[in-house]
């Protein structure tokens, strides 16, 4: 399943959006590179739409208690309910958990078009 | 996003957030509280030492009204995102804690004329506005004197089912507020207790938010030991305690710990008649949010070991960070133990809630 979702400068970089592909509700994410990402638009935890949530970073793991290195600024993709956090650029994987992950999709693009396609 | 699909059986709901703004309040005060608000801006003193750290704070990120207001303070939004989409048969509203006219530490005057207005504003803007939504009697309790005349002004309205106090530093089993339960066993409500911002850490806080909300079942703990080891239950036989939003996994566990208290320091507290486990079941009703994620196996033993499956009963929080969906949060648990936590457990602790509707077969 394909589906042109959007054109490229609709969803500028830092910033999400909802779309369809065929039936199925996608998340689209922009992070601050401009590089696009889509995903089920459906957290796994209680099913909340991401897209409700907020594209954000997170503090890196440390082992130091106190320090905080707040990383990954836009690459992460927070649950808009209890904020389970989604890394957007390794495959939308929990920080938390990584053998937990959003459905992922292909992004491609043909000129301006952002096409969204589900994965073979 | 809506869901497809809504939920099967009945739902009452038993915590549901609405929330005021101090300037709709206004139009309920009297002076000088009105100007004390309007000329100082005059805000509740909060006691948190750190913000909540949900995606969008306190909040759902996505339940904000959409023309910008706090989530929770308009009645069509929460019906579009809350009551319509789940299906709700009803739901109990029990504040957003700000005013929480219960906890203040000071002018008590102040807190009793809060604790009217909200209560003025609840009926008019909610209680009378949406079949679903039952209320809940705000009070100050630290004047049980005024609280009595607010449960006898307001207790009889139809759809308020309960006196709501928050859970703060107060252990309000303390035979001082004992007039506040008999007024409310008097008028059929319920006391339903659902914490404010308590110091949960050896009377202070703990240094992450966390600790704070990962220790809230203690809180409670204190609570329902509060009013059993005072002998408010024995007292006011019929009177019923909803613990609202510390989940249910450690009520098990306390029934235990207190049996085994009992059974030697009875001499200590000889009003106290019978297992305080007994008093629980009896008495005591605690919600499901925010559920512990458990299989079906691990939720079934937990009703197991309370030894009733009456206990429990369904909340989603609306509009919180940790809201939990109807249709997501609990494991399959069978037709039967479902229809009690989701519905017929809240209708048996409500004695004002509607009966149940009979299924016409045709
Ligand atoms: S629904 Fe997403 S974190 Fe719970």
């Not at chain 2, 038993?14 to 100082?40: A, C, F, G, S």
């Not at chain 2, 008495?283 to 994620?293: F, G, L, N, S």
């Not at chain 2, 939720?299 to 429990?312: A, P, R, T, Y």
């Amino acid at each position: 399943m394909k589906e042109v979702v959007c054109k490229k400068e609709e969803l500028s970089p830092g910033n999400i959006m909802s779309a369809n592909v065929g039936p199925i509700p996608i998340v689209l994410c922009r992070t601050p590179d401009g590089e696009f990402y889509a995903f089920t638009n459906k957290c796994v935890h209680q099913g909340a739409a991401m897209s409700e949530g907020v594209l954000c970073g997170a503090p890196a793991p440390t082992d130091t208690p106190g320090e905080y290195n707040y990383e990954k600024e836009g690459e992460i993709l927070r649950c808009p309910w209890h904020g389970i956090e989604y890394d957007i650029k390794n495959e939308g994987r929990m920080l938390v958990d990584p053998n937990r992950k959003l459905g992922n999709f292909n992004v491609s693009f043909e000129a301006d078009n952002v096409i969204v396609s589900t994965k073979q | 996003m809506a869901e497809k699909k809504q939920q099967k059986r009945a739902i009452i709901d038993m915590d549901i957030h609405e929330r005021v703004t101090y300037d709709e309040l206004l139009p309920y005060l009297d002076n000088p509280w009105q100007r004390y608000i309007k000329d100082t801006n005059w805000v509740q003193e909060k006691h948190l030492p750190y913000p909540i750290l949900g995606a969008a704070g306190l909040d759902r990120a996505d339940a904000q009204v959409p023309d910008g207001r706090p989530a929770g303070n308009d009645l069509s939004f929460m019906q579009q995102q809350l009551l319509d989409d789940v299906g709700h048969e009803a739901g109990i509203l029990t504040g957003a804690g700000d005013p929480s006219p219960s906890s203040m530490n000071g002018w008590y005057e102040m807190a009793v004329a809060l604790a009217t207005a909200y209560n003025d504003w609840q009926i008019e803007n909610w209680l009378e506005k949406d079949d679903r939504l039952y209320g809940s009697v705000h009070i100050a309790a630290q004047d049980p004197a005024s609280a009595v005349r607010e449960i006898e002004r307001v207790g009889s309205h139809p759809k308020m089912v309960q006196v709501l106090l928050p859970i703060d530093d107060r252990p309000w089993g303390d035979p001082y507020y004992h007039p506040i339960f008999e007024a409310a066993e008097r008028h059929n409500l319920v006391i339903g207790m659902h914490h404010q911002e308590p110091p949960n850490y050896y009377g202070k806080f703990p240094r992450y938010f966390v600790e704070w909300h990962s220790v809230m079942p203690n809180t409670h703990m204190i609570q329902v030991s509060s009013m059993i080891f005072n002998g408010v239950f024995e007292k006011y036989p019929n009177l019923k305690l909803a613990m609202i939003e510390a989940g249910f996994t450690y009520i098990p566990a306390f029934m235990k710990k207190m049996d085994q208290q009992y059974k030697v320091l009875r001499h200590e507290v000889p009003w106290v008649k019978r297992m305080p486990s007994s008093i629980v079941k009896d008495h005591v009703r605690v919600t499901t949010q925010p559920v512990d994620e458990l299989t079906r196996d691990e939720f079934l033993k937990f009703i197991d070991l309370m030894d009733s499956d009456e206990i429990v009963c369904f909340s989603t929080d609306y509009p919180h960070w940790d809201y939990d969906s109807p249709f997501r949060a609990l494991p399959p648990l069978g037709e039967e133990l479902e229809q009690k936590i989701f519905a017929e457990n809240a209708r048996k602790l409500y004695p004002k809630l509607p009966a149940r509707e009979r299924k016409v077969t045709q």
